[in-house]
């Protein structure tokens, strides 16, 4: 791509985020007939443009349209970060939970979609999230996953955080002999 057709496409972006953050979110059906549920088909099936159609229609970017999984938490699942994105700039909830207490940033860690995950936090998603008593850490460092981990300290996650048993993050990468983790972990602060 040419430098100057490079600026045209990162102009057109900027437009069409600064349109998409102007929608109206409030309500579930957008000014061509389109629904939640049609946002939530859309974003299952990865059809980006289709979901930047509805967006700019005003559907709601969080409907849960007989699902507990919002757009926003598939697409982090999924991994697709460009949805994630126009989402966001929708104005998506980016720490609302499912019926089992999973957020969006939880989806994309546990998937390994480490790119979506730093979107999230830089949009403001919790860290410090846990979900049946085990921390985001704690879920990474039980995938083994150093790189996620490595961003979820830099972005302050609790390397204090204990289980009800009072296991740490610490304490799963000992016990998955994980020396890479384990030296990450007390570098980051957590007590030996």
Do not use: W
């Amino acid at each position: 791509m040419s430098r100057g057709a490079g600026s045209r496409f990162h102009f057109v972006v900027l437009v069409v985020l600064s349109l998409l953050a102007g929608c109206s979110s409030t309500g579930e059906v957008g000014d061509t007939g389109a629904t939640g549920a049609d946002l939530l088909a859309a974003v299952a099936a990865n059809e980006d443009r289709a979901v930047l159609d509805m967006l700019s229609q005003g559907v709601d970017p969080d409907p849960r349209a007989g699902s507990s999984k919002t757009p926003l938490m598939l697409a982090a699942a999924e991994g697709n970060r460009r949805i994630v994105r126009l989402l966001l700039a929708a104005g998506a909830d980016v720490n609302s939970e499912d019926n089992s207490g999973y957020t969006p940033v939880i989806h994309a860690a546990e998937n390994g979609h480490l790119s979506v995950v730093r979107a999230l936090l830089a949009a403001g998603a919790n860290v410090n999230v846990s979900q049946d008593g085990e921390s985001l850490l704690m879920k990474v460092v039980e995938a083994g996953d150093l790189l996620t981990a490595e961003m979820l300290l830099a972005a302050g996650a609790d390397v204090h955080y204990r289980r009800t048993d009072g296991t740490t993050a610490l304490d799963i990468a000992r016990a998955r002999n994980n020396q890479d983790l384990e030296r990450l972990l007390v570098q980051a602060g957590a007590p030996r």
